[in-house]
């Protein structure tokens, strides 16, 4: 009976509940419903054909022209001389010009560092006092040379008369009329002259080994000065060339050892610049041969300072002796002169290891066809526009291109149009519109290099 009650109530709290459920239906398909109705009964829209658009572009008549070709390179200032001062004797530093300081200019033989030269002074004196003695030595010999020439006539005499004399007494004593101690006794006399005579002789005929002995002497010393001379002289440490001081090494005070390097110094009479240039580029210019011919290959050196553009002169000297194996690249040596001299222009100096552009004017390309870069497409393509104002696409056979050009030998006529308009989507045929059509004849590039212009 219990169970009976209960399930009552359940069936009844279900029932009360069964509309909250199907409000949230019946809305939706409600909705639906009435979507569906709006679709059905909506105006049909009125369809209209689409209308073709002609794009409009700006052409170029081409004419034939003259091109100065001009490669363009970067590279970076070196100067041509650059050494390292090395002492050359030893000592301590007690002068130092104002110059030798880093970046100082200097002279050919201006004196840089002065050495202690107190040591060497003294080398000198002693050799030139040994020198002194040896030469006293040698005239001596010369004076000794001179007596014992006068000594050998005198004894020369004495002998031929002791020699007479025992001559007569050999004479006298066969006759009996003097005795033989008288004959011993010139005998005696006689042989003590003739070996006074040799001994002179043998004087005299060592006289020339002694001043060859004394000469070889006399040219050693005589080297020794040099030497110790130089070695002053090395105390004074002067400029090789006109140049400027890159390091120093050394200040006053400070001792040196022989083989100490002072300073790095270079050359500024002229400076030069490695140029690197393709094959391809480098058969538009005259280059030297590397025999010692004079270059005749003009370049223009340019640097931008603060905003403004500098510009120097220079020539091709050489050309390096390879090419370089990984970039395919040949590299030309330029050089500038006096690149430190004034300028009435206020033009200041080009310096060591500054980054410069190069612009080497090149071959003149006569009676070609010059387009501006920005026409070309991919494929070295450009549209030209038919007389009938329809596109043709055409393929060119480029002779040069540069930052801004290119010159064109076949593919292209005078009197040909060629589209300025860059159009995403050209196909052969496509009809286009030209701007301006009374004012595009006959017109030129607007940045186009007239022939000649370096």
Not at 2 to 29: A, T
Request: overall charge positive.
């Amino acid at each position: 009976m219990l169970n009976n009650v209960v399930f009552d109530e359940n069936n009844e709290k279900l029932m009360r509940n069964i509309p909250r459920f199907l409000m949230p239906v019946v809305v939706l398909v409600l909705c639906v419903g009435f979507a569906y109705f709006l679709m059905k009964t909506a105006p049909e829209p009125k369809r209209k054909p689409a209308k073709s658009v002609v794009p409009m572009v700006d052409v170029l008549e081409l004419q034939q022209a003259d091109y100065r070709v001009s490669v363009a390179s970067t590279g970076t200032i070196k100067p041509h001389t650059q050494s390292n001062l090395v002492a050359e004797a030893a000592g301590r530093v007690v002068y130092a010009s104002p110059n030798f300081t880093n970046g100082g200019f200097i002279e050919q033989g201006e004196l840089l560092i002065s050495l202690d030269p107190a040591e060497y002074v003294y080398a000198v004196a002693n050799t030139k006092a040994a020198l002194s003695g040896i030469s006293a030595r040698l005239r001596e010999l010369d004076t000794t040379a001179e007596n014992l020439k006068k000594s050998l006539a005198i004894e020369g005499q004495q002998l031929a008369l002791a020699e007479r004399q025992f001559k007569r007494h050999s004479q006298l004593r066969k006759q009996g009329t003097v005795s033989q101690s008288a004959l011993d006794q010139s005998e005696r006399e006689y042989l003590l002259r003739k070996s006074s005579l040799q001994s002179l002789e043998n004087s005299l005929a060592l006289i020339p080994a002694q001043r060859q002995i004394l000469q070889a002497d006399l040219k050693l010393k005589q080297a020794q000065l040099a030497s110790a001379q130089l070695d002053l002289d090395r105390t004074r440490i002067k400029a090789p060339y006109a140049g400027r001081v890159l390091e120093q090494r050394v200040d006053l005070g400070q001792s040196v050892s022989k083989g100490s390097v002072l300073a790095a110094i270079y050359a500024v009479d002229y400076v030069e610049v490695r140029l690197p240039i393709s094959d391809f580029e480098a058969s538009f210019l005259t280059l030297p041969d590397g025999r010692g011919d004079e270059s005749q290959q003009k370049v223009t050196l340019s640097v931008s300072i603060a905003g403004n553009r500098y510009q120097w002169a220079g020539r091709i000297m050489r050309t390096e002796g390879m090419v370089d194996a990984r970039t395919r690249q040949l590299f030309l040596i330029a050089q500038v002169d006096n690149p430190y001299a004034a300028s009435p222009d206020g033009r200041p100096p080009l310096m060591v290891g500054q980054f410069v552009e190069a612009e080497i004017p090149g071959r003149l390309l006569q009676d070609v066809i010059i387009l501006p870069r920005k026409v070309m497409r991919a494929g070295d393509e450009v549209l030209v526009v038919t007389p009938d104002n329809r596109i043709e696409r055409r393929n060119l056979e480029i002779t040069w291109r540069d930052q801004g050009h290119v010159v064109v030998r076949t593919g292209l006529s005078a009197g040909d149009r060629v589209s300025l308009t860059q159009l995403p989507y050209a196909p052969n045929g496509s009809q286009v519109k030209i701007s301006g059509a009374a004012d595009a004849k006959n017109s030129k590039p607007v940045d186009q290099k007239p022939a000649g212009v370096q």
